[in-house]
């Protein structure tokens, strides 16, 4: 991800994109989608496992540090249609939403809005390139009334570098 995307936004949305995931799913094409931080806020935020309250902290905010991070190798997936990248996320519930930008190896490839209410389990970010897809699952409502869950990335395996 770049930092300039996020130069863009505007003010007092949270996205906030824990630092580590227990894996509840065993599929070949599924992988951690955070092994390291490269550059961001670090901050500890409750969770939805509370053995995980590390985290990287993204504001809707021009003067907020963007967030950067590495996922885990794609390892295993040689003829896979698709990937799936995985990891833990918490996100302010808006009636007011602000637009996050999510780039994969510094190309644009979403943009998302705090979602308006907690009435959808699931929802999804269109992407801007073929074969993308970023899809939200909420798992909780947090203690603030914020969606927290997993977010999944899937890239079909053709646009991967190798």
């Known amino acids: 991800m770049n930092q300039k995307a996020y130069r863009e936004l505007l003010v007092f949305a949270t996205l906030i994109l824990f630092t580590s995931i227990p894996f509840l799913w065993s599929q070949d094409s599924l992988f951690p989608g ?16 509370a053995h995980n309250e590390k985290s990287l902290l993204a504001r809707a905010n021009a003067d907020f ?17 698709s990937v799936s990248l995985i990891w833990l996320y918490g996100i302010d519930v ?11 190896n510094d190309e644009s490839w979403f943009t ?32 603030h009334g914020d969606q927290m869950g997993y977010a999944v990335l899937t890239l079909a395996s053709s646009l991967l570098p190798p």
Not at 112 to 137: D, I, M, V, Y
Request: no cysteine; proline share 7%.
């Open 112 to 143: 998302f809005a705090n979602p308006l209410s907690n009435h959808r389990e699931t929802w999804t970010a269109q992407s801007r390139r073929e074969g993308g897809r970023l899809t939200f699952h909420r798992s909780m409502i947090d203690k």
């Open 65 to 81: 540090p963007a967030i950067e991070w590495q996922t885990d190798k794609i390892d295993g997936a040689v003829g896979q249609d």
């Open 34 to 49: 955070f092994t390291q931080r490269l550059a961001g806020t670090p901050f500890v935020y409750h969770s939805p496992y």
């Open 94 to 104: 808006r009636n007011d939403p602000k637009q996050f930008e999510l780039l994969v």
